[in-house]
């Protein structure tokens, strides 16, 4: 049966996450000195607290749906007993006490924002990955036990962090790249160049690091006796219309990396920039579109049972 509320919440949490740890990694990596200020070319400062208090929130609404759902109640009838006995005496409760903590610390960080941007932005992503980190306990990857469950574990942990700095990255170069037209001077139209250009390398890591984890969490989930069946069930279905997603995002990200960033430069020095600006934002906000369409996906394949659960 599809749960909308459950895919919705998780959609709300990989996304939210993933801002969180992804625009703070971005800062790092990709901007400089005052460029990573508070109140910067991103605004960095109130994205990230935003990203902190809606975490937090759906944090909350994520506990007690879960908790109504294994008392068999509705949401308005979940008791304190029953979140205590997640919280105290499961894995998942756990990694939420672990999520909730790193969200805090993110957002006592956002305040060193103003004063020492390298180190607060440094605590912010740390924070920001343990807390996306922490959502592999609530999915696939602790079906398994043994040295096999450790890997699957740390191949979903993996997969999360690589699609945040991804993710994170899209969401900070749309922030560069749609800026209102008279705050774009040359200086941030050199700033959102460099910043593109410097997400190409780490950009080819991070889709090398997706494939590799997605590998082993296929093997695991699916299992090589199950590959040709896949079109035959919804599980298989979603997972098929979630790898052509991703292999359309790869794509736009190839054409962005060897052609449209590369058109942007030459046109800096004659200052003829619209067009090839309108191709980036363009190719940008599709790519990001993917990403949102291949998140809900994954949100939904959390909720249904994977082939090799069955055996």
């Excluded at 895919?7 to 969180?20: F, S």
Aim: charged share 10%; net charge positive.
């Amino acid at each position: 049966m599809f749960d909308a509320s459950a895919v919705i919440l998780r959609l709300g949490l990989y996304l939210d996450l993933m801002a969180l740890f992804g625009i703070a990694a971005f800062a790092l990596y990709a901007l400089r000195g005052d460029e990573r200020r508070f109140d910067g070319a991103i605004a960095l400062g109130p994205w990230l607290w935003v990203s902190t208090v809606l975490g937090t929130l759906l944090s909350l609404g994520g506990l007690l749906m879960l908790a109504a759902g294994m008392a068999g109640v509705s949401l308005a009838s979940v008791d304190l007993a029953s979140v205590e006995l997640i919280v105290g005496a499961t894995s998942v409760g756990a990694a939420w006490i672990v999520r909730m903590a790193m969200l805090l610390l993110a957002f006592v960080a956002v305040l060193a924002l103003r004063r020492r941007p390298a180190p607060a932005l440094s605590l912010v992503a740390g924070a920001g990955a343990i807390a996306l980190a922490s959502l592999a306990w609530g999915g696939h990857g602790t079906m398994d036990e043994g040295a096999v469950g450790w890997v699957h574990l740390t191949a979903d942990i993996g997969h999360l962090l690589a699609a945040g700095i991804w993710v994170g990255a899209l969401l900070a170069l749309l922030l560069l790249v749609f800026r209102r037209q008279d705050l774009v001077d040359r200086d941030h139209l050199i700033l959102s160049h460099r910043a593109l250009a410097g997400f190409s390398l780490v950009g080819t890591l991070t889709v090398a690091a997706i494939i590799l984890s997605g590998l082993v969490n296929s093997w695991l989930l699916i299992g090589p006796a199950n590959i040709l069946k896949l079109p035959s069930s919804l599980y298989g279905q979603l997972l098929i219309a979630k790898l052509l997603l991703f292999g359309a995002m790869a794509a736009l990200a190839a054409t962005n990396r060897f052609r449209l960033v590369p058109q942007f430069e030459r046109s800096l020095p004659s200052a003829d920039h619209r067009a090839a600006l309108r191709a980036l934002r363009r190719s940008l906000a599709i790519e990001t579109g993917c990403a949102v369409a291949v998140l809900a996906l994954v949100a939904w394949l959390g909720t249904l049972e994977p082939p090799m659960s069955a055996m």
